[in-house]
């Protein structure tokens, strides 16, 4: 697993709200217990940890609907981080 996948999957960890142990790339956002509040916390503690911009308008986006999987929010992580290099 890469280190974007790691660091993006204990940033969802910490936001979770069920008691799993492991969170895995197939799960679902929703499934994890994140409310839109968690999602908007969520995106900011990716765009801190990576030093990106996450194309997201919380006035008008459901960040549940745009996540479904964690998997999602790694690929997408991953695409950002790769073009800012």
């Known amino acids: 697993m890469?280190?974007?996948a790691s660091d993006?999957?204990?940033i969802i960890t910490k936001k979770k709200r069920v008691d799993k142990p492991t969170v895995e790339l197939s799960?679902?956002?929703e499934d994890l217990g994140?409310?839109?509040l968690d999602a908007v916390e969520m995106?900011?503690?990716l765009e801190e940890k990576f030093d990106i911009e996450i194309p997201y308008n919380?006035?008008?986006?459901?960040p549940r609907t745009e996540?479904?999987?964690?998997?999602?929010?790694v690929k997408l992580i991953q695409n950002l981080v790769?073009?800012?290099?």
């Open 2 to 4: 890469s280190d974007v």
């Open 8 to 10: 993006v999957i204990a």
């Open 67 to 73: 996540f479904d999987t964690v998997g999602d929010v």
């Open 27 to 29: 799960d679902r956002l």
């Open 43 to 45: 995106i900011f503690d």
């Open 34 to 36: 994140l409310e839109s």
């Open 58 to 62: 919380a006035n008008t986006n459901n």
């Open 82 to 85: 790769d073009k800012k290099s």
